[in-house]
T-cell receptor, first 112, second 112 residues
């Protein structure tokens, strides 16, 4: 069966460090993968999209990698700040179906 | 300017009632979605419309009926509400089916 796995345990890090979040998937052949941020009581906010033929994408302090062999995406936030504390969701579509499927998200807590 | 708006933000109702949630986007996007986020924060797609045409209809009870009067609006009508319908419902839009999604603020539905 298809699965998208993100760490259910919260990631606690100190301000200024790099946060790395993982998204693993099985039985998908996604053409692209997306990362979103969700704050409590709010809708998800799009951060980055990476396509299957791209290994890495960057936007300011954010970096995403996509390894279709390992079936894994890593999401990095460098020089993390307390304001980066939120839940981060990965999403991918199911092999040309255009049906976006979200992982359950990982909570990031950045301590000052 | 609000990109994707939903009304109401909170909806408390009794079992057996019928209710509607409205969604509007002013981004000029072609595709709109309805998602349900349950108490475990799992975000699951329910429906998607592309240019007023239903393109995704996941396994959702037929008590849920989406309606798209035009490209900028996608409403969700729910008949005979049940306790299990309690959740946060998010509307989203995207330029096309393969791009990032912009989410509304959510509607918290509580069925008593």
């Amino acid at each position: 069966s298809q699965k998208i796995e993100q760490n259910s345990e919260a990631l606690n890090i100190q301000e200024g460090k790099t946060a790395t979040l993982t998204c693993n998937y099985t039985n998908y052949s996604p053409a692209y993968l997306q990362w979103y941020r969700q704050d409590p009581g709010r809708g998800p906010v799009f951060l980055l999209l990476i396509r299957e033929n791209e290994k890495e994408k960057r936007k300011e302090r954010l970096k995403v990698t996509f390894d279709t062999t390992l079936k894994q995406s890593l999401f990095h936030i460098t020089a993390s700040q307390p304001a980066d504390s939120a839940t981060y969701l990965c999403a991918l579509e199911s092999g040309g179906s255009y049906i976006p499927t979200f992982g359950r998200g990982t909570s990031l807590i950045v301590h000052p | 300017d609000t990109a994707v708006s939903q009304t109401p933000k909170y909806l408390v109702t009794q079992m057996g009632n019928d209710k509607s949630i409205k969604c509007e986007q002013n981004l000029g996007h072609d595709t709109m979605y309805w998602y349900k986020q349950d108490s475990k924060k799992f975000l699951k797609i329910m429906f998607s419309y592309n240019n007023k045409e239903l393109i995704i209809n996941e396994t959702v009870p037929n008590r849920f009926s989406p309606k798209s009067p035009d490209k900028a609006h996608l409403n969700l009508h729910i008949n005979s509400l049940e306790l299990g319908d309690s959740a946060v419902y998010f509307c989203a839009s995207s330029p096309t089916r393969v791009y990032e999604q912009y989410f509304g603020p959510g509607t918290r539905l509580t069925v008593t």
